[in-house]
């Protein structure tokens, strides 16, 4: 009896001390109360993943979606080719200028859709290069721009089967190895990105059926947007670290506009930023691992924006990536654009297929955890921002071609100023996705205290128990010795009646 109510006493004495502990030093990672103090707090893929380099905002992946940037077209890049022409035949082959202008043709040349005559210029600039003794960041844009001229002129075709398109196509990725080698911090980390994804296409081409299981950055198609697959809570945070002791202390390092204040927390405040891709069963010869959901986004943006615009590989893994840390709304508009994308998805009707059936089922999934009455406006908002950002590039290409087609010169500095003269800027605000509503436990006393209280209930009850265990072994081993000298001396013979 005297046991049972000793383990009685630990085990009330020790869940009412955890339960207080948990609910007071962790319970307030998973969900911070309406009536405790809070503060918004930059999340922690503002640290960018180089000194000095660019972090994500979420408005950056909804304008990419929506086509809202300036992006250059044809005219500007005709006109270009023409200056750059003239100018390289008047310089000496082997000077500074001319390497960069050849770059500028390769580069114009790509964007007009002929990529297969950006490729010998880059060899020659390169084999100059190489022969006046140049080496390290000095080749970096060679190895770039040849490597991507290189996969554009040839994916189509090594998707197709074409042997030796597919030989052009490995080239070029080894170009491309090499320029994130001499410069891995360039373009928010494109070429590494573009490496992977040119990696994944590859590996599609030899097992189709990975085009039905993952997105090109290793996210898995059949796990379903719910807290069982994507976590208890979705978000852009993973609570390991982030929110640790001392918690939201660490989103007190960035400034007011979530500029980093310590850098030398960098490293320490990116452990935090929730990881995806490479998920299981994903080829690890293509990624090897998952990575913070920032990098492949900003890679992603970066080649959307800069290489050769929209696609359908990018935009269904920017659902997934949006999905995985809980912004479902951009998250829908990117199945939305993967849906009208999906007509290059893949090299057979049934990629086509596929893509269109996978971006519906995920769209009806986040609309089911939407307010009712949220549902009926998505799509219309939708195609409203994707139409405001195609008109803007519209007329921005026209407005070129009117300038140039006038005398203008592009390279003057004030070309543009006409165009944006009373016409508001293109890219998105930042809105409340982009911060979190912090709480730092040590500034909270009733918090703090009651925290203590259950450290001590805790405690308490530990030491009881362990007092009253060690009094019952004493006790037993004082009836032990008892017992040891009663069979020692034997047992004495009874009194006689009446001694």
């Not at 503060?39 to 929506?66: C, E, N, Q, W």
């Not at 297929?353 to 009455?373: G, N, T, V, Y």
């Amino acid at each position: 009896m005297r046991i049972a109510l000793l383990i009685l006493a630990l085990i009330f004495g020790s869940c009412a001390g955890i339960f207080g502990y948990t609910t007071t030093e962790l319970g307030w990672r998973i969900r911070t109360p309406k009536n405790l103090p809070s503060r918004p707090t930059p999340y922690p893929h503002y640290a960018p993943k180089y000194a000095a380099g660019v972090s994500l905002r979420f408005a950056m992946v909804h304008d990419v979606i929506h086509e809202r940037y300036p992006v250059r077209g044809p005219a500007y890049y005709r006109e270009r080719d023409r200056i750059v022409r003239e100018k390289l035949k008047r310089l000496p082959p082997n000077s500074q200028e001319a390497f960069d202008l050849t770059d500028d043709l390769g580069v114009g040349l790509d964007k007009l859709g002929r990529a297969g005559e950006a490729v010998p210029p880059l060899r020659d600039k390169l084999a100059r290069q190489l022969k006046a003794g140049q080496g390290g960041r000095q080749l970096y844009t060679s190895y770039a721009n040849l490597g991507t001229f290189l996969i554009h002129a040839n994916m189509k075709a090594a998707m197709g089967g074409d042997a030796m398109a597919r030989a052009s196509v490995k080239e070029g990725l080894e170009f491309i190895k090499k320029s994130i080698e001499v410069n891995p911090e360039a373009h928010f980390g494109r070429e590494e990105w573009q490496h992977h994804i040119g990696e994944y296409l590859m590996a599609a081409i030899d097992s189709p059926s990975l085009l039905e299981q993952f997105d090109c950055v290793g996210n898995d198609f059949t796990l379903t947007p719910s807290r069982d697959e994507f976590g208890e809570f979705p978000s852009a945070i993973s609570r390991e670290g982030y929110n640790s002791p001392g918690g939201n202390k660490l989103g007190e390092q960035f400034d007011e506009q979530g500029e980093l204040i310590r850098p030398d927390l960098r490293d320490h405040l990116r452990l935090a930023i929730r990881k995806v891709g490479a998920e299981r069963g994903f080829p690890k010869s293509v990624l090897e691992g998952p990575v913070p959901f920032d990098e492949p986004t900003l890679g992603i943006i970066g080649m959307w924006r800069q290489g050769g615009g929209a696609n359908p590989y990018f935009a269904v893994a920017l659902g997934e990536i949006m999905l995985r840390v809980g912004q479902r709304y951009i998250a829908w508009t990117a199945y939305e654009r993967a849906y009208l994308l999906a007509d290059r998805y893949g090299w057979k009707p049934e990629h086509v297929d596929f893509l269109r059936e996978h971006s519906r089922k995920r769209q009806r999934a986040i609309e089911s955890e939407l307010p009712a009455d949220e549902m009926p406006k998505l799509r219309p908002r939708f195609e409203a921002e994707l139409a405001y950002g195609q008109k803007y590039q519209k007329e921005y290409h026209e407005y070129e071609a009117k300038r140039i087609a006038a005398g203008a010169d592009i390279r003057d500095e004030h070309f543009y100023d006409d165009f944006h003269k009373d016409r508001e800027p293109i890219a998105t605000p930042l809105g409340a996705a982009e911060w979190f509503d912090g709480t730092d436990p040590d500034q909270i006393p009733p918090l703090r205290d009651r925290t203590a209280r259950s450290v001590a209930v805790l405690w308490f009850g530990i030491v009881a128990f362990a007092v009253a265990l060690m009094g019952r072994i004493f006790q037993f081993l004082h009836d032990r010795i008892e017992r040891n000298q009663n069979r020692s001396l034997g047992e004495l013979p009874p009194s006689p009646s009446g001694a």
